[in-house]
């Protein structure tokens, strides 16, 4: 059965033929399983426009009403988690053990926004001047579009409309066409939650429902999680329209070991996040960096870890790791693996192989490790975001600091080490937004800002934590005298 996934406007599917439709796919069975609907201007038109007249009066409720249905979501989102888990595991292909986590991860930021009431305090100085007061409010900036990637059907999704409407927006989220499904799940669970309808809108769509979007005038912000080339065209177009706009790019993650570091703990680090999700993670571990001679010991512990992992729907309760998103996809990523051969890469473990019993036309590419890459190899200097890990060994600390700040990304990063003079040296000289101390990925959590630096961010702004109440509103200062102190002129500026 192929199941037809249309727009989601003012609190119900949308009925009109749209003017096209996309492939939905199920990656483990490599099979169609569903269509989307891809808007046009005027199908974005339609979503602005209703979200225009519900932010008029969403504005206006009370903080107690914004919170109590933040927290009402929270509560149906959990009663719903399975459910969620199954879309996002049936259209992404990540085990839904991960799928589970990810829809937590998405709850965490939904429960920061619970506390808006909070958050949205402003500050206040009294007699700046005999009897004047100042003081500074955040008001919402009326419609924001969102629009995301394929590799978190949920959690990035929540990384930004939780705090949008909390803060008194409206929202236009435009998913990514590959995962479509949960998208409208959530926004169905926002109505059931009390959200009116027309604050939270899904509009599906390709690259034009995205420009369609990025010139409409009544969208006052953009933001955007994906690929670093369509993260630029973002910045700079809605930059261009007068929009405020936050444009999270691609990565390339490095996990640094030192020679003094727990190697077993190091390698379960690289294992977990070079290969969780297949890889497809913008804070993936994609490249092991070993530090002075334990190369040969870390790349053994890595190989008899992957011996271990099985590679199957990720439905399966056994999976540790399911396919690829795309058939396209899969190409891409093996495609690099070929090169990084050609190359003269040592190809020590080759997941390209591998039959999945029941699964013969699924996306499937198992976990595959490369040694003795070089920094000048594509399988090292582009993002291949798939279940491929390379490993580059190098002589001192400075030298793994000076190969990852020569990168254009600047995502995440790691070190492990048993050194915390090292590790402090590390965490001081490193070019990159997130970084992990003994941890696989460091993610931070929603009271902290999610961020990246050079090409993985574009704009001063990361998701959620304070960045993202800064985001979502715009301050206002008053000046006001309410005292009777007398008036006179004066020409003086200022007085
Ligand atoms: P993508 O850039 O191809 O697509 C992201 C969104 O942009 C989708 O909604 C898509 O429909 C739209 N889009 C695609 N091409 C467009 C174009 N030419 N013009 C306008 N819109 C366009 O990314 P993806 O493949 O869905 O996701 C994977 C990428 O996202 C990886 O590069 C990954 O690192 C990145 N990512 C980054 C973060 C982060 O926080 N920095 C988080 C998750 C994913």
Aim: aromatic share 6%; proline share 5%.
């Amino acid at each position: 059965m192929v199941k037809t996934i249309r727009h989601f406007i003012d609190g119900a599917s949308t009925q009109d033929e749209p003017p096209a439709w996309g492939d939905v796919h199920d990656p483990a069975l490599g099979s169609v399983s569903g269509r989307v609907a891809l808007g046009d201007a005027a199908a974005v038109d339609q979503a602005v426009k209703v979200a225009v007249d519900a932010q008029a009066a969403w504005q206006e409720e009370s903080l107690g009403t914004r919170q109590q249905v933040m927290l009402q979501l929270i509560r149906l989102i959990e009663r719903d988690r399975d459910e969620l888990a199954g879309l996002i595991t049936s259209e992404h292909g990540k085990t839904i053990a991960d799928a589970r986590a990810e829809v937590n991860a998405g709850l965490d930021v939904a429960k920061f926004a619970a506390g808006i009431p909070a958050l949205l305090k402003g500050e206040y100085s009294e007699n700046v001047t005999r009897g004047v007061d100042t003081y500074s409010i955040r008001q919402p900036l009326g419609v924001v579009a969102g629009i995301t990637p394929f590799n978190f059907p949920v959690m990035v999704p929540m990384w930004m409309f939780p705090l949008a409407v909390a803060c008194g927006n409206a929202f236009v989220l435009k998913p990514s066409e590959k995962v479509p499904s949960a998208a409208n799940r959530l926004a169905a669970l926002a109505i059931e939650a009390g959200l009116p309808p027309g604050v939270l809108n899904v509009l599906h769509g390709n690259a034009s429902a995205v420009d369609a979007l990025l010139a409409h005038p009544n969208v006052s912000a953009v933001s955007f999680v994906g690929s670093t080339p369509v993260a630029r065209h973002i910045y700079e177009t809605a930059a261009k329209n007068g929009k405020r706009v936050q444009a999270l790019g691609g990565a390339k993650n490095h996990l640094v070991v030192l020679p003094d570091a727990d190697l077993d703990a190091a390698a379960n680090a690289l294992i977990s996040a070079a290969y969780g999700s297949a890889g497809e993670r913008c804070m993936a571990i994609s490249v092991a960096v070993a530090v002075g001679d334990i190369g040969d010991a870390l790349r053994d512990r890595l190989v008899a870890r992957i011996g271990t992992l099985t590679t199957a729907d990720g439905r399966q309760p056994d999976s540790d790791m399911g396919p690829l998103v795309t058939a396209d996809h899969l190409r891409r990523v093996t495609g690099y693996v070929q090169a990084g051969a050609d190359a003269g890469a040592d190809v020590v473990v080759d997941g390209r192989d591998i039959q999945v019993s029941g699964r013969d036309n699924g996306f499937f590419l198992a976990p595959t490790l490369l040694d003795h890459v070089r920094p000048d190899m594509s399988v090292y200097t582009d993002e291949i975001f798939g279940p491929v890990l390379v490993m580059l060994r190098v002589r001192t600390l400075d030298e793994a600091v000076a190969l990852i700040n020569g990168g254009e990304y600047g995502n995440g990063v790691s070190i492990f080490t048993r050194d915390g003079v090292a590790a402090r040296r590390f965490q001081h000289a490193i070019q990159v937004g997130m970084v992990g101390l003994n941890v696989p990925i460091p993610v931070p959590v929603p009271y902290f800002p999610f961020g990246g630096w050079k090409r993985s961010l574009f704009g001063d702004s990361g998701q959620y934590g304070e960045d993202g109440i800064r985001f979502y509103t715009r301050r206002k200062v008053v000046t006001a005298r309410w005292a009777d102190t007398g008036s006179r002129v004066d020409m003086r500026f200022p007085a």
